[in-house]
């Protein structure tokens, strides 16, 4: 899913807005959290660096310890569902703080966009700890990791971690990607560089509307391809054989009839 989102708007993507928001390039934090026997992953995307955190599961109380040389503080937050759910409350430096809140069955998506630079602490409170699940003992604990993260790009280009496209890509990611083992391989080494430049192209998707549909008319095709995907029996083979094909697929699409297409016209003219 991503592999292809990402050769493709690499080179799509118009460079320039990189210098342009070179102070507000998204710092990947990856925390994990251990309770109950049971080991999570929390990932924000935040122009802030987060120095330390803390999770209280009596408060159902997650606590960020950010430090900021910004005044405009911007980030992403997932949560997943079976670590705290229900109905939040945030707090920032001891005053209640009302973020966008997007959820699903597996996370929560949390924007927070607040001033001040310097030391600052964030406090998210849950009603729901450990959904789903039951309590292990500490020496047997089992792995609740989301290993995809979220789309950025497409998510602020659609306007909605809830949105249909973006479900489709999550679904993808789930039932297809991460069923093989050379796609979870494939995954956690390029999270690591998705996540790089993703937060800056969001970011001027948010600020420049007409990027922002251009985006969108770029990745719609890409997303559609991507659901030849869905065809996976969950082998190696098969997941190796429709990856290249959607890769074939979207070659052709955006550079080979593109390409085409000029060429005639310098004949014509």
């Known amino acids: 899913m991503k592999s292809i989102l990402f050769v493709l708007l690499l080179l799509l993507v118009i460079t320039p807005a990189f210098a342009q928001l070179s102070d507000r390039t998204g710092l990947v934090n990856r925390l994990e959290v251990k309770t109950g026997g049971h080991f999570f992953e929390v990932q924000t995307v935040s ?58 069955d597996q996370i929560s998506f949390i924007t927070l966009n607040f001033t001040g630079s310097g030391d600052s602490k964030i406090e998210i409170i849950g009603t729901d700890y450990l959904r789903g699940l039951n309590q292990t003992m500490p020496d047997e604990p089992s792995k609740e990791i989301d290993n995809g993260g979220g789309c950025l790009i497409a998510t602020a280009a659609y306007g909605s971690e809830l949105a249909p496209q973006i479900q489709q890509l999550r679904e993808i990611r789930d039932n297809q990607l991460l069923k093989t083992e050379s796609g ?6 390029f999270n690591d560089v998705y996540y790089s430049f993703s937060p800056v192209i969001a970011d001027y998707e948010r600020e420049n509307p007409i990027f922002k549909e251009l985006v969108k008319i770029v990745i719609t095709p890409m997303i559609s391809s991507l659901s030849i995907l869905s065809l996976s029996d969950d082998s190696e083979i098969t997941m190796v054989g429709l990856g290249i094909s959607v890769i074939m697929l979207n070659i052709g699409m955006y550079f080979v009839a593109p390409t085409i297409a000029i060429v005639k016209l310098k004949k014509k003219f």
């Open 184 to 189: 979870k391989l494939f995954m956690n080494s």
């Open 47 to 104: 122009n802030f660096d987060i120095s330390n955190y803390e999770f209280d599961d009596e408060q159902k109380r997650l606590t960020l310890y950010v430090t900021s040389g910004l005044e405009n503080n911007l980030s992403e937050l997932y949560i997943p569902q079976s670590l705290l759910s229900g109905n939040f409350t945030f707090y920032i430096n001891g005053e209640e703080y009302h973020p966008n809140v997007k959820i699903n």
